[in-house]
């Protein structure tokens, strides 16, 4: 499974990469990946108005977003847009960090897993 990085480079900015989760556990109920140690889960929902100036991850974790969709902006200008279904490991807990913006007029649901 790809996911998309969002990691703190040594020039202090915030960088996008993709990255493959393994999935070689094949059994009756699909492909699993091996487990991965967690922290805690946090819920999370956003106002449909909801937009986040420069700011890190408070923490390395996994965003996975259940609705909505959101556009996350890092220093070089390249933006990416996140919806339903999709899973970043958000890591840039140091340097300028990124934003965050809130695209359309939906409420966003994510969870964060805390790795």
Known sequence: MKI?????????????DEIEIPQDNISDIGRLSDVQLAQGVVFRENDADYNLDWHNA?????VVFLNGE?????????KRRFRG???????????????SRNIG????KSIFVVI
């Open 4 to 16: 998309t990085r969002l990691y703190s480079g040594d020039d202090n900015e915030s960088h996008f």
């Open 58 to 62: 408070p923490q390395r974790q996994y």
């Open 105 to 108: 007029e939906t409420p966003r």
């Open 85 to 99: 279904g999709d899973v970043l490991l958000a890591e840039d807990t140091t340097g300028r960090g990124h934003k």
């Open 70 to 78: 959101v556009e996350i902006e890092i220093g070089d200008g390249s």
